[in-house]
């Protein structure tokens, strides 16, 4: 079925939209975020990855209750977010829907991002854009994301103010792309199985020559858990409290893709995120380090080794 033109769906419940919601152990929490994006798009596909109970209640309350809006595909266990993301894909690809829209099960749309993700296309449609992202707002602390612009050799990291942002990596939550982007660009990275998976597509996305832009019209509130800082003295931070299992494959996958990208500024950029992630692991004191540490220290080995897919460790 071919797309209809984006720019003449410029109002919420354009039916060429589907949403692809990966859920794992959300419980109640994916409620909002269901009932928020559900006016605004055609239909939306639930990926559950083998849930227990409270999130399977929350998934048929709101499935009985939106028979005819919402599909719930249940995988019975844990497949990774690439695969659940790439199924739900299919699914959409398969009934025609002519624009995918991504969406993580803790994130709540501003009820006009869909709307304002297509005027953002409107605006930039001559630049092939592949991938319109929302301007991310952090649940935590309410502040704007930043995204970074890569040159050949230096990166910078920009905040959208009063155009659309062009940019080289977004995350997929509140990302909406044509069909043809996964048609020509391909699926998600299945053997990434969880983190950095948005990292890979992006860059593989903007290798067959589309664009990925920030409006700064949309908006998604994205909740990422609680984080540790770390303190150095006159230099402070934090990044998100990775459990173990986390970092292993944060690290795996990192330093195998560090290994497989030309791109110098891109390579820096994500090898001072390691860097980042290492020092707060280093100086945040916190439970379980010795556990934390071993898991950096396999990730790093398999990612050099490529032994990639779903970890049979127990981490």
Not at 217 to 228: D, F, I, Q
Request: proline content about 6%.
């Amino acid at each position: 079925m071919k797309a209809l033109s984006p720019i003449a769906s410029l109002s919420p419940g354009t039916p060429q939209v589907a949403c692809i919601v990966v859920t794992y152990e959300i419980g109640r929490a994916v409620l909002p975020v269901l009932e928020a994006i559900l006016p605004q798009v055609d239909r939306v596909f639930v990926v559950d990855n083998g849930s227990g109970g409270e999130t399977q209640d929350a998934l048929r309350e709101i499935e009985s209750s939106r028979t005819e809006r919402i599909e719930v595909i249940r995988n019975g266990e844990n497949l990774g977010i690439a695969a659940a993301m790439n199924i739900g894909v299919r699914r959409a690809l398969d009934d025609g829907h002519g624009w995918i829209l991504t969406l993580d099960h803790d994130s709540v749309a501003a009820p006009d991002m869909v709307a304002n993700l297509f005027r953002t296309y409107a605006e930039v449609t001559k630049a092939n854009p592949g991938i319109l992202s929302p301007t991310h707002i952090d649940g935590s602390t309410g502040r704007k994301y930043r995204y970074p612009v890569f040159g050949k050799i230096f990166f910078r990291h920009v905040t959208p103010t009063d155009r659309p942002l062009p940019c080289s990596f977004c995350i997929t939550s509140g990302s909406l792309m044509p069909r043809q982007v996964f048609e020509t660009a391909g699926p998600f990275r299945e053997d990434y199985f969880v983190y950095a998976v948005d990292t890979e597509f992006c860059r593989r996305v903007l290798q067959h020559g589309y664009s990925i832009y920030v409006s700064e019209k949309a908006t998604l509130v994205h909740r990422e858990g609680g984080g540790r800082k770390a303190d150095l003295g006159i230099f402070q931070f934090r990044t998100p409290d990775w459990s173990a299992r986390s970092l292993y494959y944060i690290f795996r996958n990192v330093v195998h893709d560090l290994r497989n990208n030309p791109v110098l500024s891109w390579r820096v950029h994500e090898g001072l995120f390691l860097a980042r992630a290492a020092l707060t692991l280093l100086f945040a004191n916190p439970p379980d380090r010795t556990a934390r540490w071993a898991a950096v220290r396999r990730g790093i080995a398999d990612g050099i080794k490529g032994r990639l897919g779903k970890s049979n460790y127990s981490l």
